[in-house]
């Protein structure tokens, strides 16, 4: 059964709605800047969503029923603002696929919130006042450090009565919320299933142990705002605030809807690599980027685009290119490859969700946006995108997500067939 995408929504540092971040991603800006010194030796970079208003995001949702919005304010109005963010982009997703018009049955739509430890900045900042007084917890508090308050948020606003959960894969679970989605409408359990790339709420300790680990770029006095995928001078990630939202559903659910598709997923592949540790393995990779493009029934040299994981660590970036190398074998240096995370930071959980939107985006407008701060590129031999904006004609692309623990994920986006 042909999977298609029929709705995006997207919140993240350089934009608030797709048609925002289509502009951003075309002028290559850069949400990436300092944050203050807590003191803790934590990252001196991050990619933050400034300037968010939860009630004037949803009352730009104007085609929205006047009940959904209600609703909407409602059920999250006191949530904490990462919530509120997943909401939003879902509400944009969930309009652009016309949902609120030509409705699917209820019970035949599902939810997958992609994420995990999503709530961990919120808790953190509740420890003083709990310290200071048990009884001063907030009485929703035992609803919304559990990430599964997301799924029952979105649900209860959107009406979504089919199968709904949570699933993790570090810094892939963006991916393997989409290849779980797509497993859903594939088997025929829903007709169209709702994936949103959950807003991660780092707490001070996680970013601390990030760095601890090396991961992380600008830990020492920042000079410049700088994520560096595939340059010599990369020095880890930046770690960014996101949350997206791809609606996936059948070609015939969308047909008979008359919903507009955006983009086709035409196959993916998720693997472990029987590894708990953080270093990447090249063999995992190609092989989920040379599974993904069998199950989607396409050959390497069909593939016209890469969006990368590229987090901008040396060890991260060179396998993934080698992995590349091995996949697409005689096409390595064909397709263009970039990297969003240059843009818009790492947006952990929602990542891959993300990236996705990127991807259809560009796909459909037939540019690939820059490698922001790609000045010696670590490999000469495969088309690393430069700085600037390069017009393309982009039929298949794959968009890969690696995390933490083994975890190896591709999907492959088409324009429709």
Known sequence: MRVVVTGMGIVCSIASTVPSFTRALR????????????????????????????????????RLPEEMTRCALRAANRSPEPLQMDLVAAMQAFEQAGLHEAKADPERMGLVVAGHNLSSGYAHDLHPKYEDNPAHLPARFALHFM?????????????????????????????????????LVESGAVDVCLVVGAMTDLSPMEKRGLATLGAVAGVEEPQEARCRPFDEDHEGFVPGQGAGCVVLESARSAAARGAMVLAELCGYDLKLDANSLPDPREEGEAKVMVNAMANAGVGARDIDYVNAHATATPSGDMVELA???????????????????????????AAGVVEA?????????????????????????????????????????LSN???????NTCIVLGRER
């Open 401 to 407: 997500s690696f995390g933490f623990g083994g975890f």
């Open 27 to 62: 002028a290559g800006r850069c949400g990436i800047g300092p944050v203050p010194d807590l003191g803790d030796g934590g990252p001196r970079l991050a990619a933050l969503i400034r300037g968010f208003s939860f009630k004037d995001a949803v009352a730009a949702r104007r």
């Open 147 to 183: 990430d599964t308050d997301r799924v029952g948020t979105l649900s209860q606003v959107f009406g979504i009565r089919g199968e709904g959960y949570t699933v993790g894969g570090a810094s892939a679970s963006g991916n393997v919320g989409i290849v779980n989605g797509g497993r």
């Open 357 to 397: 939107i990127a991807t259809v985006v560009q796909m459909r407008r037939g540019f690939v946006h820059p490698n922001l701060n790609l000045r010696h590129p670590i490999n000469d031999d495969c088309r690393l995108a430069p700085g600037t904006l390069r017009k393309a004609d982009i039929r298949y692309a």
């Open 323 to 349: 992995a590349l190398r091995r996949a697409l074998g005689d096409s390595f240096g064909r397709p263009w490859i970039n990297s969003t995370k240059g843009l818009v930071g790492h947006c952990m959980c």
